[in-house]
């Protein structure tokens, strides 16, 4: 084997260690996968993503909605509330579901089955893995 050969070999095997390495960090790194949307009165909202406890994010979403919220939480997955633009006080709608889209279309389905009459996006969050 000549010199390119040993060299294209030495180059694979230091491209394995190194992905042996990566995957091996990111397995042992901690999990950012805890998230919470938090909505109340009049389309108040908080949202917290890629916490490392569940808890932690409750209470980010919580002090971003200031007021008495109610709180999903969201774990690999997303959340999403929609509102009545008409009346922002009024019909709302929440989901959480594995994909973004999922999400959105079951938000916007609940406000309007809850009466509201022009129902739009208020606010969206995903997790890191969602």
């Not at 010199?3 to 230091?14: E, K, M, P, S």
């Not at 509102?83 to 309007?112: F, Q």
Request: charged share 20%.
């Amino acid at each position: 084997m000549g010199l390119i050969g040993r060299t294209r070999h030495r180059g694979a095997g230091v491209c394995y260690l190194l992905g042996l390495a990566l995957l091996g960090w990111l397995v042992a790194s901690p999990a950012f996968a805890a998230g919470a949307l938090a909505f109340g009165k009049c389309g108040s909202y908080g949202q917290a993503y890629d916490h490392s406890a569940e808890s932690a994010a409750i209470a980010a979403a919580r002090k971003q909605c200031k007021g008495a919220c109610t709180t999903v939480t969201m774990k690999r997955a997303c959340a999403a509330l929609a509102i009545d633009l008409k009346n922002p006080c009024g019909a709302h709608g929440y989901a959480v579901k594995a994909k973004i889209s999922s999400s959105l279309n079951e938000a916007t389905r609940k406000c309007y089955e809850f009466g509201g009459r022009e129902c739009v996006i208020r606010a969206w969050a995903c997790d890191a893995r969602g």
